[in-house]
């Protein structure tokens, strides 16, 4: 099992920054990928950042050039370092993490964390 908590969700500016992070405990060594994925009002949850095993990054591409993935694998964390938000980036944001087992992806979920981005 893998658990997952995020942290760092708040209020701010249009234009301003924030950093959400997520720490994972338990069998953090079978991890293959971190995610952050966003889910806002009335819309389907959807993959922001994804950053691998080999730190091989994918963004979504209303966030490319705003957003940085990155993985701290010594402390077990993954960061999402936002830029230049804009109202529309406000959502749950919430954190994945992905390993193969038995033939097939399993999923970990954290609570999630908001942000809203309003003036």
């Known amino acids: 099992q893998i658990q997952l908590v995020e942290s760092g969700g708040g209020l701010v500016q249009p234009g301003g920054s924030l950093t959400l992070t997520c720490t994972a405990s338990?069998?953090?060594?079978?991890?293959?990928?971190l995610a952050w994925y966003r889910q806002a009002p009335g819309k389907e949850r959807e993959l922001v950042a994804v950053?691998?095993?080999?730190?091989?990054?994918k963004y979504e591409d209303s966030v490319k050039g705003r957003f940085t993935i990155s993985r701290d694998n010594a402390k077990n964390m993954v960061s999402l370092q936002m830029n230049s938000l804009k109202p529309e980036d406000t959502a749950v944001y919430y954190c994945?993490?992905?390993?193969?087992?038995?033939?097939?992806?399993?999923?970990?979920w954290g609570k999630g964390t908001l942000v809203t981005v309003s003036s």
């Open positions: 994945n993490a992905a390993r193969w087992s038995e033939r097939k992806w399993i999923d970990y």
């Open positions: 338990g069998s953090v060594s079978t991890i293959y990928s």
């Open positions: 950053i691998s095993i080999g730190n091989t990054t």
